[in-house]
């Protein structure tokens, strides 16, 4: 599962350490194979692994050589091939994770290579060259990332036990995140129950810069609902049986350990597990 966690405070060193350790150990659940913390001035980055792919040298925090660090919560399915196409550039690799491959995406692309991303994710990448902290997540919103505001801090997390372990007390109630919940039985998708905690949407990024206090939130990647006129020539049925294996198959080689589903009767889970099979 794993899990990611963060802050940008005017803290000093020693307590910024601590607060982080705090919030990483509350999702410790999420990693029980690996933790990994990442210092700087104003920041502090940390993460509980569930080791995937690459058991022996993924750990992370990862770093480039001119100081770009990021941790990262998720599996990215067509690393491999984004792999090959940086090998060509001449990015060179010291482990076999998806990880790096994000990592060496990024610095060569920038915010643009989230959009190129295909699987389930929530980053957050320190670029000391910019002064940044970005964060991104999935374009359909599968890995959680929890956003908080709160005294000109700004804390992010897998879940919001995370945020509130570095807190000290507990935030207030939003009423109308309550409200929506009585009346309609859901809150508004960038909302929670605590005030000031939110959660960045899918397919955004945040740009936080470190100094300035400042930060933009914009969105990469939308789908593209626009309808199309049928066509008698096409063998739909067909194209979408291919694309439901292809995609079945990427999950299922973009690991390096066994892979079992969870089997519930209805035709989702039957067909994959027979798509696997």
């Known amino acids: 599962m794993c899990g990611i966690v963060?802050?940008?405070?005017?803290?000093?060193?020693?307590?910024?350490?601590?607060?982080?350790?705090?919030?990483?150990?509350?999702?410790?659940?999420?990693?029980?194979?690996?933790?990994?913390?990442?210092?700087?001035?104003?920041?502090a980055l940390a993460m509980?692994?569930?080791?995937?792919?690459d058991l022996g040298t993924g750990q992370q925090p990862m770093t480039t050589p001119d100081g770009v660090?990021?941790?990262?919560?998720?599996?990215?399915?067509?690393f491999q091939a984004l792999r090959a196409e940086l090998e060509a550039k001449g990015y060179s690799f010291r482990t076999?994770?998806?990880?790096?491959?994000?990592?060496?995406?990024?610095?060569?692309?920038?915010?643009?290579?989230?959009?190129?991303?295909?699987?389930?994710f929530a980053i957050a990448?320190?670029?000391?060259?910019?002064?940044?902290l970005i964060l991104a997540r999935d374009q359909i919103g599968i890995k959680p990332?929890?956003?908080?505001?709160?005294?000109?801090?700004?804390?992010f997390?897998?879940?919001?036990?995370?945020?509130?372990?570095?807190?000290?007390?507990?935030?207030?109630?939003?009423?109308?995140?309550?409200?929506?919940y009585l009346s309609m039985r859901f809150m508004a998708p960038d909302r929670t129950i605590w005030a000031g905690i939110g959660k960045l949407g899918p397919g955004q990024i945040l740009r936080r810069k470190l100094f300035e206090g400042t930060h933009t939130v914009e969105t990469y990647w939308l789908p593209d609902l626009t309808p199309r006129p049928y066509d008698p020539g096409r063998d739909y049925a067909r194209e979408f049986a291919d694309q439901f294996i292809a995609a079945v198959d990427s999950h299922i080689v973009a690991a390096d350990v066994p892979v079992g589903a969870f089997l519930s009767g209805g035709l989702d889970s039957g067909a994959i597990v027979a798509a696997a099979s």
């Open 125 to 132: 990448i320190h670029d000391p060259r910019s002064n940044e």
């Open 145 to 155: 990332l929890y956003i908080a505001e709160l005294d000109g801090e700004l804390l």
């Open 48 to 53: 509980r692994r569930l080791a995937i792919i």
């Open 157 to 180: 997390a897998s879940e919001i036990k995370a945020i509130l372990a570095a807190l000290p007390g507990r935030p207030a109630i939003d009423p109308q995140a309550l409200w929506d």
């Open 96 to 120: 076999r994770s998806d990880t790096e491959v994000i990592l060496n995406l990024y610095h060569a692309e920038g915010v643009g290579a989230f959009a190129r991303l295909h699987g389930m």
């Open 6 to 43: 963060g802050l940008i405070s005017a803290d000093p060193p020693q307590r910024l350490a601590r607060r982080v350790a705090a919030m990483n150990a509350a999702i410790v659940h999420r990693g029980p194979d690996d933790a990994g913390v990442h210092l700087a001035p104003r920041l």
């Open 69 to 78: 660090t990021i941790v990262f919560n998720g599996e990215i399915y067509n």
